[in-house]
Each structure stands twice: as C-alpha cells, then as structure tokens.
C-alpha cells in the first residue's frame, strides 16, 4: 500500500518536471512582472494538482483492478475448498455406511444365521427393520401411513422379546394423507422399552392422534421404576436429542417434543403441523 502511494507520487512529480516548463512557456510574457509571477504560480500549482489527482485515480483503478482480481481467486479457491471438504466428508459418511451397513453388519450377520439356522426368522426380522431404518436415515418427509407401519412393527419386534408386556396401539380419526419426517416414532418407541418397566406391569401406550385438523399428535406412555424428571439431552438419550434437532431442521416451530412425569408414568407427546 505504501510503496504504490510512493510510486504513484514519484510518477507525478517526474510528469510535472517533465511539462511544466513547456506549459508556463506558453504565459505571455507581455504581463506586469507581478502579473506574470502569479501567473506562473497558478500555473504550476494548478497543473501539479491536476497530474496529482489525474494519476492518484488512474493508480486508485488499477489498484481496485488487482484487489478485485485477487479477491475473485481467493473466493475461487476457498469455494475450491469447501467443495473438496464436502466431497471428503460425504466420501467419509459413504465410507461409513459401507463398513458398518453392507461390509460389516449385513454379512457377518448372514454368516452367523449360516452357522445358526434356528434362528434365522428372528435375525430375518431384525435385518429387516435394520434395512428400513437405514433406507430412511434423510430428513426427506416420506408418508404417514409408512411411519405408523414402522411404528407397529418396530412395537411387535421389541414385544416377541419383552414377553407379557402390554402394549396399546390406537390410532384416532382417520389417518391424513400427510408426509411425516422418517423415523421420527423409532427412538420414542425404542425408549419406552428400554428405559420403561417391561412385563406384565408395563402398561404401555402407543396412540396416533388425528382429532384436530392439520395436526399430527402422538402420545408414548410407559412406566418407570424410578420417579424424576428425564432431561432429553442426557447422554444416554441421545436418540431423543437428535429427534428434537431433526425436528427442527424439518419443521422449525411447527413442531413440538413434550415429556411428562406423572406419578410413575412417563409420557412424550410428539406433535407436528405438517
């Protein structure tokens, strides 16, 4: 910056020298002496602010011209950048998906059931909701009457291996024809079994609620062995947690995720204003 400003006044002053004398040789010389002393005054002031002024914008231009150049190939290179992060992070996240979805859980799986053929429907059962669940890991809404498929078959394979508990599947109105973000029910339901009482006295509840137009409510109710408030953001909740932050992304404040405590029965209302 200082060295342009230097190099730009040298080049002025080196014109001024370079002209004036022809430029006041043009003054007649016919004037008083006073006269003609002023005259050369003005004369050389005049045209060192003009030669000042004419070269200081033309080195402003040139100088705007460079700082715009290298300013286009900074922002060209840093989206060059962020382009390649975001290849490396979606090589990284399909990289994922292939080690632990189809490298590793899918075959060491159908090896297994090679080796134990007795239980081959129960694993066939869990690939499957395995299958679906990764199918629909997007935050791209997908229909309602899928999520509440989902919801009942995830129910009954947590039920074949919580025996004796009871569990309430209702739904209220008719089903809308309304899109809902995948697996939004996966870790309520999952919540219920694992932190809820199992067995005869779980008394668990699962209700769709469609009474209210353009609205989606869900209610999951179950028991727990100890009383205290659930925060959503504890580490062993993080299903939940991730829910709230899909929830977002998806429907900003026309969604809601509410828990109650009441007595020993804990209960979480999901509604969403599709």
Known sequence: ?????????????????????????????????????????????ETLISIALRDFALFSIAGFGLVFKDALKFNKLLKEHINSLKENKLLEKDMQSYLSHDHFTKDILNLYMRQHPEIQKDLHECMGI????????????????????????LTAFYQRYNPGTPVSFSTIGDIPDAYILPLSTEPLITNMFKHGVTG???????????????????????KIAITGKIVLDQANRQGLSLLKKRLYLV????????????????????TIRP
Do not use: K, W
């Open 200 to 222: 005869p006295q779980g008394n668990m509840s699962i209700e769709f609620d469609f009474s209210v137009p353009n609205l989606i409510q869900m209610r999951f109710s179950n």
């Open 251 to 270: 429907y900003q404040t026309d969604a809601s995720l509410q828990q109650t405590l009441q007595d020993d029965t804990c209960t979480f209302i999901l």
């Open 130 to 153: 395995y299958e679906y669940s990764y199918n629909h890991i997007s935050c791209i809404t997908y229909p309602l009457r899928e999520e509440i498929g989902f919801a009942r078959r």
């Open 1 to 45: 910056m200082s060295s342009g400003i230097l190099l730009c006044t040298l080049i002025a002053f080196a014109e001024y020298f370079y002209i004036i004398d022809t430029i006041t040789s043009h003054i007649p010389t016919d004037l008083s002496p006073d006269s003609y002393q002023e005259a050369i005054i003005y004369t050389r002031h």
